[in-house]
Each structure stands twice: as C-alpha cells, then as structure tokens.
C-alpha cells in the first residue's frame, strides 16, 4: 500500500491475506519444528494413510425369467449333476486354497551363523508381498520383503508393548490391528502419537537398500527403544499387507 503524506511516499506492508511464506533469514518454513523431530501435523515427507477398503457385497444369485416366458432353471437332472460337479471342483479348488495358505503363513525360523547372537524369522507370503523377514544381530534389527507391486509408499509397522490398543491401528484389509508403535515408511523412522494416523519423526535413519522389488531396512534396536519381548511386525504397500510375522530381540 502507497500514501502520500507531506510529499513523500510512504510504503506500508499489506494486510496478511492469510497466505504464509518462508522465512528469508532462516529458510524455515512457519510449523516445522527447529529440531526436525516434532510436528504439530504430520511431518511433510509422511504419506497419507494406507486405503481403508470396504468389504463388498455378495451378488446377487436370483435367475430371471426367460424372454418366452419360460423359466431359465435347469432341469431337475441336470441341475443334480451340476450340483455334484460343483461340489467337486469347490472341494478341490479349498483344498488347494488350505494349503497355498499354509504355506503362505508358515514362518521360519533360524539362528546360528557365524554371529551366534544373531536370528531370523521369515516367511514365503504370496500375492504382492513375499519373501518377507527380520533378523536381528548384535543389537540391530533388519526387515526384508520383496514387493510385487509399485507404490509411492512402502511401510513397516510393528507393535513394541505387545498391546493392540496403543498405537496406530491397521485398517482392513490388514490381519490384524496390531497397534503399531512405530513405523518406517521409505527413508523414515516414525514414532506413534495415537491410533489414528498421527506420528512423530524420530531422529533414527533406518539404513534402505533396494534391489529390485527387494528393500532391506536395517536400524539399531535402540532407536526402538531397546524393546523386549516378542514384538509383532507386518509390512504394508498400498491395500496390501502380509500377515504378522513375529521376533525376539537378542
């Protein structure tokens, strides 16, 4: 704004018009947090959360009439033999079912090596997430899972107090709430402020590596608190997530 007061030309700054900008001397951005560690929102390099997807309803299996007035239903034979060849195919096609989930859900486990305090557990998985695992050596942990699916976010979660109610809680189509304490996501270590999708950036870097669909993250177990117990994980892209695969620290 301009005035012109006793012959001289006064330039006034406007009114703030709600828009906020940068600090020139700082640089820093009004909200952030000085130390980097604490936001009032979420931190700026956090994603939104993973989709929430409902359960669809089952379709609709009535038979309508045929154009001639006649009825669509099969006859009484055939629809035995139907019947039979139904039952035949849903028993096989369960257990089929039965055991690719098995083997999908088995975990294994493993310890020895050459670090005689180190142990692994992992399981094959199926679907967009395999071959996932954690293993813990010499007071740091590792999270490996080879994703088959592209996503802007890729995401650890894990429950470090053993109890559901505290922390993040997972939505459907998760197994499990689990009540995740912390939380990687790409390059970040995130600590949980509630169970909604509220956290806290911690000041530990979790070490990443990508090898293809695989990504490794490594990080010491104190920037987890140093937790004891079995501790829950499960990995997440996207609507996808594997089941709980368990550890032990060491």
Same mark, same amino acid.
């Given at each position: 704004m301009?005035a012109?007061? *006793?012959?001289?030309?006064?330039v +006034?700054?406007?009114? #703030?018009d +709600?828009?906020r900008?940068?600090?020139p001397?700082?640089?820093?951005?009004?909200?952030a947090?000085?130390d *980097? *560690?604490?936001y009032?929102?979420?931190p700026?390099?956090?994603?939104?959360p993973?989709p929430? !997807?409902?359960? =669809?309803?089952?379709?609709?299996? =009535?038979?309508?009439?045929a154009?001639d007035?006649?009825?669509?239903?099969?006859?009484?034979?055939?629809?035995?033999?139907?019947? +039979?060849?139904?039952?035949?195919?849903?028993?096989?096609?369960?257990?089929?079912?039965?055991? &690719?989930?098995? #083997?999908a859900?088995?975990?294994?486990?493993?310890?020895?090596?050459?670090?005689?305090?180190?142990?692994? @557990?992992? &399981?094959?998985?199926?679907?967009?997430?395999?071959?996932y695992? !954690?293993?813990?050596?010499?007071?740091? @942990?590792?999270?490996?899972v080879?994703?088959?699916t592209?996503?802007p976010?890729y995401? @650890?979660f894990f429950?470090?107090?053993g109890?559901?109610?505290?922390?993040?809680?997972?939505?459907?189509?998760s197994?499990s709430?689990l009540?995740? #304490?912390y939380?990687?996501e790409?390059?970040?270590?995130?600590?949980?402020r509630?169970t909604?999708?509220?956290?806290?950036?911690? &000041?530990?870097?979790?070490?990443?590596? @990508?090898?293809?669909?695989?990504q490794?993250?490594?990080?010491?177990?104190?920037g987890?608190?140093?937790?004891?117990?079995t501790?829950? !994980?499960?990995?997440?892209?996207?609507?996808d997530?594997?089941?709980?695969?368990?550890?032990s620290?060491?």
């Open positions: 301009t012109l007061i *006793g012959g001289a030309f006064l +006034g700054r406007a009114v #703030d +709600g828009t900008s940068s600090d001397a700082s640089g820093a951005m009004p909200g947090a000085e *980097g *560690g604490s009032d929102g979420a700026s390099l956090l994603g939104p993973p929430s !997807v409902s359960r =669809s309803a089952s379709p609709s299996t =009535s038979t309508s009439a154009a007035g006649t009825s669509s239903q099969p006859s009484a034979t055939k629809a035995a033999k139907d019947h +039979g060849s139904a039952t035949r195919s849903s028993t096989a096609s369960a257990t089929t079912a039965a055991a &690719a989930a098995t #083997d859900g088995r975990t294994r486990a493993k310890s020895g090596g050459d670090d005689a305090d180190s142990s692994c @557990v992992s &399981a094959a998985g199926s679907g967009a997430l395999t071959d695992s !954690v293993c813990v050596s010499s007071g740091t @942990v590792t999270f490996r080879t994703f088959h592209s996503q976010y995401h @650890v429950d470090t107090d109890n559901s109610a505290t922390g993040y809680r997972l939505p459907y189509p197994p709430a009540g995740a #304490d939380m990687i790409n390059d970040g270590l995130y600590r949980s509630s909604d999708w509220s956290w806290t950036e911690t &000041a530990t870097r979790p070490k990443r590596t @990508v090898d293809g669909s695989t490794t993250w490594t990080l010491p177990l104190s987890l608190g140093s937790p004891t117990g501790q829950r !994980v499960e990995f997440n892209a996207g609507s997530y594997t089941p709980v695969i368990t550890f620290p060491r």
